[in-house]
């Protein structure tokens, strides 16, 4: 098919179509509001609900309940909107809650720059839930991103049952770009699971070989007790230290230890002795920095992070292996690049970041790959 | 009558004389009368001792944050519509979720809130809620004495409730009140009084005959709301869904061969009224009818027909990755808002760059070629300088041609709109 013309938040709609999603719930604010603007459009008329809630907590409460009686779910924002969905993000955790929460990202702190972008909230949305318990993060580049991270995310959503973030940029958001979504490859579309054996069914029983509870829906045949407090396979209120503990190290290790199957990234690998890591918008201004220095005679390499947390530790190491320098480049003034020191500590990390509402270009980002 | 829904593995737990226990089995007798099976309820509760009441029965259950409950309670009434949602709060809920409440009463979704009302925050000791009386003892010092105490019934009332009831948790029937604000199609409100042995009253006289006494001093509120009744929210919602219809993005074909090759960035800078986002959006969709990739990124103010308009393309036959301008190939100068939000840029342009300016607009000192547009000889209104503008670009035929514009004008306007802009760029195209 022939490419269409859409902004990156048309795109994360439509992609949440495709995945499957029936339920948006928002509260208005800019850069996020086209896609409650798209989702209106979109979802009642296929038999989904779209509202919109009275503030950013409604519109998590309301997505959370939806999911819970079996719908798959999206939400989205800007930085202050994250804030106050902060408390229901730690319920999602903890209860394990799918859901998908798009962040598109404007220049802060607190009500900032509506119109400008930024990728501020890059540590602000791993810890941002009280219990810092992991979550997942996906960070899309351009609108074909914002389709296919969304139907990613959904997936992840479903097979882990937790939040996962689409961290999205103004910049991304609202540019509009030509873009054929048929070419994409498009992930096959993945629905929560239902256990075996329904009779039986405990909301919280997990197994050796399954770190992520079955799943029934509120309002189905078999009764379903959810709870945002600490509680056992039952999902009731437990004290007991040693079930509480293992649970906590479940949480952790079922997005930890499983981050290889969710590995997301793009790689021009060089002969070279320098490495740019980015992600997000600034990432194509990394890639044109790359073009230029190429053109001028030196190679560099580039790795574009696509899944941000749980940090994809195994694979910057081995990408990061052959270079002797990485420089770490992004719309902020220094966060994802504490992971990339600390995964790479061995290696010589040096960061540029800016946070002015502009983009980064490629002739500062190729200066500072020279050293300039 | 159905069985009790009372979950016989967890029997409630209150403190002696409290009066969430009298409710809990008026609950239970309800969901009797009503003949309702445990997958047929869903209990929504929040924090506090209201929070308690999802795990003394067997049904449905979804506890979650404080005064959030109403929240969880329509998500899920709205993908499960045959469900009976029934939401339990305490007062300290009205007051942190307040915002919830006025919405839930505004919209009418088909849910049933029990407010479980003793007056004060008995789980955290004892602190004042929206409903603590001014005269009242309790765990917040003298702040409660500042206070005016808040009439929930009242309240929901005037944000639209189309069901509310004050009740006391001693009175005769409770159960029935209970049962007919479930049945209730809309949504119901039912308040109900009662005494926290554990804080309030021991510092505080309050029987069930005070209780019944401070009610009948308070304005009525007795079940349905005449002037609020009206269709439910979640069955309207659904009928008027039906009619919406999904419309994508089109897709858009290549109809041409591009007039040349390679990166082109395109600056427009007007004001609010002239149609710049627009003449962006059409000469991006020109440039897509040749096969060429586009972007565009605008930058206005939150104003309707007041303050600059700047939009920023870039066409290329290539991908493109950055999407900032470096030094445009072509800037279209149709205001000076528009001027003002790009001053620094004139100075540092190729001397190759083109300039398209309006005769009435001026421009720092400028190193690119200027093309002055006489709006006013060429007979073209403002808000159509935009679009006069492209097709004086797309004669000129190095980054769209005219052909390529007409086609985006056909994909983007239909019926008298189109024929209006098509007619413009034929005049400008031919004339100018």
């Known amino acids: 098919m022939a490419p269409r013309f859409l902004e990156g938040n048309e795109a994360v709609a439509m992609g949440a179509l495709t995945a499957g999603c029936r339920f948006f719930a928002g509260y208005p604010i800019t850069p996020a509001t086209t896609i409650f603007n798209a989702m209106l459009r979109l979802l009642p008329a296929t038999g989904g609900v779209c509202i919109q809630g009275e503030d950013e907590i409604a519109s998590m409460g309301y997505c959370l309940g939806a999911s819970m009686a079996g719908w798959k779910s999206m939400t989205a924002t800007s930085g202050p909107g994250i804030s106050l969905y902060s408390e229901q993000i730690s319920f999602a955790v903890g209860s394990e809650i799918p859901i998908v929460i798009v962040d598109v990202q404007r220049l802060g702190p607190s009500t900032g720059s509506a119109t400008r972008g930024a990728d501020g909230d890059i540590q602000f949305l791993r810890w941002g839930n009280s219990g810092g318990l992991p979550v997942i993060v996906l960070a899309p580049v351009d609108a074909a991103d914002c389709y296919l991270l969304t139907i990613h995310a959904f997936n992840l959503a479903e097979t882990y049952r937790c939040p996962v973030f689409l961290a999205s940029n103004k910049e991304i958001a609202m540019t509009r770009e030509s873009v054929d979504l048929d070419a994409l490859h498009v992930p096959d579309i993945i629905d929560r699971k239902p256990p075996l054996d329904s009779a039986s069914f405990q909301p919280f029983q997990v197994s050796e070989k399954r770190r992520t509870p079955y799943f029934l829906p509120i309002g189905g045949s078999v009764p379903v007790r959810q709870t945002s407090s600490t509680h056992g396979a039952d999902g009731y209120i437990t004290t007991d230290a040693k079930q509480i503990s293992e649970n906590q190290w479940r949480l952790k290790k079922k997005l930890e230890a499983a981050v290889e199957k969710f590995t997301f990234f793009d790689e021009q690998a060089a002969e070279s002795d320098t490495l740019v890591i980015s992600y997000g918008v600034t990432a194509r201004a990394a890639a044109d920095a790359t073009d230029l220095c190429r053109r001028a005679g030196r190679s560099v390499g580039l790795l574009v992070l696509k899944t941000l947390w749980p940090v994809p530790a195994q694979m910057i190491r081995n990408k990061a292996e052959r270079y002797r320098r990485v420089v770490v480049v992004e719309m902020n003034l220094g966060q994802y690049v504490q992971e990339i020191q600390r995964v790479l500590a061995d290696r010589q990390v040096e960061f540029y970041g800016q946070m002015d509402g502009q983009l980064i270009t490629p002739i500062r980002i190729k200066e500072v790959i020279d050293g300039r | ?432």
């Open chain 2, 1 to 432: 009558m159905a069985a009790s829904l009372l979950n016989k593995d967890r029997p409630p737990v209150f403190c002696p004389g409290c009066s969430h226990d009298r409710i809990t089995g008026a609950l239970d007798q309800a969901f009797q009368k009503l003949g309702l099976a445990g997958s047929q309820v869903a209990i929504v509760s929040d924090i506090g001792c209201s929070g308690l009441f999802d795990t003394f029965f067997h049904t449905h259950a979804l506890h979650g944050l404080h005064g959030r409950a109403l929240t969880y309670a329509a998500g899920i009434k709205l993908a499960r519509p045959g469900l009976q949602v029934v939401v339990t709060m305490g007062d300290g809920g009205q007051g942190i979720g307040g915002a919830h409440l006025l919405a839930a009463c505004r919209r009418n979704l088909n849910l049933t809130m029990l407010v479980l009302n003793n007056f004060n925050f008995g789980m955290t000791g004892g602190q004042f809620s929206v409903t603590t009386p001014s005269e009242a003892r309790v765990g917040s010092g003298f702040l409660n004495q500042l206070e005016k105490p808040l009439d929930i019934c009242q309240v929901a009332r005037s944000a639209g409730a189309a069901y509310v009831k004050r009740c006391s948790s001693y009175q005769s029937g409770l159960a029935d009140d209970i049962a007919e604000a479930i049945a209730f199609e809309g949504f119901s409100l039912v308040d109900i009084w009662g005494i926290c042995p554990g804080r309030y009253s021991r510092q505080n006289p309050l029987t069930p005959k005070i209780i019944a006494e401070s009610m009948a001093a308070m304005p009525p509120a007795d079940g349905v709301v005449e002037e609020n009744r009206r269709p439910e929210y979640g069955s309207v919602y659904r009928k008027t869904a039906k009619g919406q219809k999904t419309v994508h993005p089109p897709h858009v074909e290549q109809q041409f061969q591009p007039p040349g090759t390679g990166r082109h960035e395109i600056l427009l800078l007007g004001n609010a009224g002239q149609r710049i986002i627009t003449a962006g959006e059409i000469l991006c969709l020109a440039g897509m009818t040749a096969g060429l990739q586009a972007t565009q990124k605008n930058e206005y103010n939150i104003t309707v027909l007041r303050g600059p308009s700047v939009c920023e393309v870039i066409l290329s036959s290539d991908r493109i990755s950055f999407t900032g301008l470096g030094q445009p190939d072509v800037v279209i100068v149709l205001s000076r808002e528009g001027v003002d939000r790009r001053k620094s840029l004139f100075a540092e342009l190729h001397p190759q760059s083109l300039v398209l300016k309006a005769t009435d607009t001026q421009i720092p000192d400028c190193s690119g070629a200027v093309h002055l547009l006489d709006f006013k000889k060429m007979g073209v209104k403002p808000a159509d300088r935009a679009l006069a503008s492209l097709a004086v670009l797309a004669k000129a035929g190095k980054i769209i041609d005219i052909e390529m514009l007409k086609a985006a004008l056909w994909l983007r306007f239909t019926d008298k709109v189109q024929d209006s802009v098509l007619g413009l760029v034929e005049r400008v195209g031919s004339n100018n």
